[in-house]
Nanobody, 119 residues
Framework: QVQLVESGGGLVQAGDSLRLSCAASGRTFNIYRMGWFRQAPGKEREFVAQIKWTGGTTSYADSVKGRFTISRENAKNTVYLQMNSLKPEDTAVYYC????????????WGQGTQVTVSS
């Protein structure tokens, strides 16, 4: 069992920055990758970014490339999402997700943290 706790959301203005954190606890000894997803009101959940736990390879949605940076701190089982140049369309609930080597996809999810960007 893995538990994920997100933090760092809030209300900011367009152009501002925020950093989200997600701490994993429990059975975290075989993490394959962690990622961030988001869900805006009335829309489906969408992929934002992911990072491989070994090697640190990253990938991003086109909509956030060049503005968002995902990073990890393996010793703390924590993943971060640095969000710069925020836009109103980035407003959403942001979810952290984790996949272990025993999973076939992201199997553990956090409860989400709200990010609101005003124009």
């Amino acid at each position: 069992q893995v538990q994920l706790v997100e933090s760092g959301g809030g209300l900011v203005q367009a152009g501002d920055s925020l950093r989200l954190s997600c701490a994993a606890s429990g059975r975290t000894f075989n993490i394959y990758r962690m990622g961030w997803f988001r869900q805006a009101p009335g829309k489906e959940r969408e992929f934002v970014a992911q990072i491989k736990w070994t090697g640190g390879t990253t990938s991003y949605a086109d909509s956030v490339k060049g503005r968002f940076t995902i990073s990890r701190e393996n010793a703390k089982n924590t993943v971060y999402l640095q969000m710069n140049s925020l836009k109103p369309e980035d407003t959403a609930v942001y979810y952290c997700a984790l996949e272990t080597f025993l999973d076939s996809s992201f199997a553990s999810w956090g409860q989400g943290t709200q990010v609101t960007v005003s124009s």
